[in-house]
């Protein structure tokens, strides 16, 4: 079970980085419209569209590998002082409550919404340009997918964790300056404090 968490985290992890350079584009394409809109008063037509198709498509792929990393926003005020194993059996049951019903319905919702598009290869009706979105649509579908199948891993460690009564250690990837401060218990910031501190000569009380 723990090699079927791995194997899928690793996929979600790949997936989610390579989109991620999705940023860059945004950020070059979002600066060459300021540039050439504010300095050569020649905005483009296009750049509207390139803003929302590149953040929507990041928003929507990225949610899985964000799964993954236990990072979606959550009330876990009562929940981080549970036992693990209580964490896990709530966590599993509202798996298949909410979590499954809901990503399969977008998953059907969303097929049927994007193949639509595709029938007509539509194009955008925000801008002049016409750029075509139908292939935008399906990253509905994709991301979809791909939270399904975080689903299942988040639910494979559901299960180690009620058989082991400890959660399964992540795939090694970015961690939150939180997290490493939480984990080394401060220790490093308190040395860096005490390294920064002005020397006094031992005259404080």
Avoid at 45 to 58: C, P
Avoid at 86 to 110: D, R
Wanted: net charge negative.
């Amino acid at each position: 079970m723990l090699q079927i968490i791995h194997t899928i985290d690793r996929f979600t992890t790949w997936v989610g980085r390579s989109f991620a350079w999705l940023i860059l584009l945004m950020a070059f394409g979002m600066g060459y419209e300021v540039v050439s809109r504010y300095l050569f008063n020649a905005p483009t037509a296009w750049a509207y569209d390139m803003s929302y198709i590149l953040y929507g498509t990041l928003f929507m792929v990225g949610g899985a590998y964000t799964l993954s990393r236990n990072a979606h926003v959550r009330g876990d005020f009562l929940y981080r002082l549970w036992k693990p194993r209580t964490q896990a059996a709530v966590e599993l049951t509202l798996y298949f409550l909410f979590f499954f019903p809901g990503i399969l319905a977008l998953v059907f919702s969303g097929w049927k919404y994007a193949s639509r598009s595709w029938q007509y290869l539509e194009t955008s009706t925000f801008s002049p340009a016409g750029i075509p979105i139908f292939h935008f649509k399906t990253m509905m579908v994709v991301g979809a997918v791909l939270l399904l199948i975080q689903g299942i891993a988040q639910v494979c460690r559901c299960l180690v964790c009620l058989r082991t009564g400890e959660w399964p250690a992540d795939v090694k990837d970015v961690t939150e300056l939180e997290d490493q401060l939480l984990e080394s218990g401060g220790e490093g910031y308190a040395d860096n404090a005490l390294d920064t501190a002005p020397d006094t000569g031992g005259n404080e009380r």
